[in-house]
Structure formats: C-alpha cells, structure tokens
C-alpha cells in the first residue's frame, strides 16, 4: 500500500512557474514508477508526465514537453513536478499516481497506476 500526497498548487499568472511535490508513504517507493496526470475543470483526467523507479526514464505530453520537468528523490520518498511558462490551459488539478512497474521503460494509462493522491489545484491566470 502506497499512500500519495500532493503538495505545492496554488494561483500563479501566465508565465509563472510553480514546483509540484508528492509524499509517498511506506518503504518501497523506489519500486514504483511515477507519474502525474491533471483533470482541468470540466473534462477528463489526463496523462502529464511520468518517471520510471530510478529516474532514468522520463516521458511527457505533448502538451507540456519543454516546459516541464519530472524528478523523483527517492531517498526522501519524493516525486516533484516543476512547471514553467506556465499557461491558462495548464489550469487543472493536478495528481500523483504510482505504478508498480519496475523497469526502464514507463506506462502512460490511467489504469496502469494502482495508487493516487487526492490532488492539488493549480490555477493560471491570464
């Protein structure tokens, strides 16, 4: 059992840049693949980026390729979410998930995330 707070939302203006972090709980964190998804208001929850076990592996959508970095401390239980440029459509909330796949490649699906933090609002003004 994994358990996932977030941390780290707020309102920030277009252009802005806000770092999103998740607690895990429990000691086999480093057994688990990350990932961070968002749900904007009014629409489906959605793929943002993930990071495999040791952090080798990073991928990203589209959608924020560029202007967002995923890292993970897994010495401190920890994966952060650092978003820059940010934009109004970038406005959602955001959630951590774990996956329990341990390899060098990474999943995107929903479904492949057994654990799921209760999320974090992030608000972009223009």
């Known amino acids: 059992q994994v358990q996932l707070v977030e941390s780290g939302g707020g309102l920030v203006q277009t252009g802005g840049s806000l770092r999103l972090s998740c607690a895990a709980s429990?000691?086999?964190?480093?057994?688990?693949?990350m990932g961070w998804f968002r749900q904007p208001p009014g629409k489906e929850r959605e793929f943002v980026a993930t990071i495999n076990w040791s952090g080798r592996t990073t991928y990203y959508a589209d959608s924020v390729k560029g202007r967002v970095i995923i890292s993970r401390d897994n010495a401190k239980n920890t994966v952060y979410l650092q978003m820059n440029s940010l934009k109004p459509e970038d406005t959602a909330v955001y959630y951590c998930a774990a996956d329990r796949f341990k390899g060098d490649a990474v999943r995107t699906r929903r479904s492949s995330f057994e654990y799921w933090g209760q999320g974090t609002q992030v608000t972009v003004s223009s």
């Open positions: 429990g000691r086999t964190f480093s057994h688990y693949a």
